[in-house]
Antibody, heavy 118, light 110 residues
Framework: VQLQESGPGLVKPSETLSLTCSVS????????WSWIRQPPGKELEWVGY???????KYNPSLKSRVTISEETSKNQFSLKLNSVTGADTAVYYC?????????????WGRGTPVTVSS | QSVLTQPPSASGTPGQRVTISCSGS????????VSWYQQLPGTAPKLLIY???YRPSGVPDRFSGSRSGTSASLAISGLQSEDEAEFYC???????????FGTGTKVTVL
């Protein structure tokens, strides 16, 4: 399985960050598809996941601004983060999170840098 | 701010054994399994250890993981120059109801 992120690399403050992850080499069904981000020079931060085409779970610190959705027919899932600020500047990774009894990320995309700036 | 704490740095000479700790609590490491990731500069993280002790295919057996109580450790034996990277632990946290990463440890090969 391979993952590839796509989307704008520059977003203005207060606007919505939108990214898409294309999944190749396997089905998007029956896994926890996640977004993980890493601000410059900082640690990794889990953003959230979508499972089974509709069930979602988000990082509590981002929950009010995040939406993760899935388009099964295209083997893609997407991230929307609204009302962005400079603190949302980061490399965004899409990833496959294994679960639910033992959670771990076994497949990562290459990551896409997103800068929030006017 | 991460709920899993790691030392900021660790180092060793080639061939030495280096151990990295990951300290958590009863809501994460105390009741859920731990995974470890290696991030080389400018690249995406790579899974090293899952479910506390298991290595994915292709990961050298120089890397080993353990968990005890609310802490976990990653050991690198026979340290090599290509092991120089940032290492992260991670686990599910039942209180936060989310997946959490550690603060990261930079390993330097002297």
């Amino acid at each position: 399985v391979q993952l590839q992120e796509s989307g704008p690399g520059l977003v203005k403050p207060s606007e919505t960050l939108s990214l898409t992850c294309s999944v190749s080499g396997g089905s998007i069904s029956s896994y926890y598809w996640s977004w993980i981000r890493q601000p410059p020079g900082k640690e990794l931060e889990w953003v959230g996941y979508i499972f089974d085409s509709g069930s979602t779970k988000y990082n509590p610190s981002l929950k009010s601004r995040v939406t993760i959705s899935e388009e099964t027919s295209k083997n893609q899932f997407s991230l929307k983060l609204n009302s962005v600020t400079g603190a949302d500047t980061a490399v965004y990774y899409c990833a496959r999170l294994r679960g639910p009894y033992h959670y771990y990320v076994d497949v990562w995309g290459r990551g896409t840098p997103v800068t929030v700036s006017s | 701010q991460s709920v899993l704490t790691q030392p900021p740095s660790a180092s060793g000479t080639p061939g030495q054994r280096v151990t990295i700790s990951c300290s958590g609590s009863s809501s994460n490491i105390g009741r859920n399994s731990v995974s470890w990731y290696q991030q080389l500069p400018g690249t995406a993280p790579k899974l090293l250890i899952y479910t506390n002790i298991y290595r994915p295919s292709g990961v050298p057996d120089r890397f080993s993981g353990s968990r005890s109580g609310t802490s976990a450790s990653l050991a690198i034996s026979g340290l090599q120059s290509e092991d120089e990277a940032e290492f992260y632990c991670a686990a599910w946290d039942d209180s936060l109801n989310g997946f959490v990463f550690g603060t990261g440890t930079k390993v330097t090969v002297l």
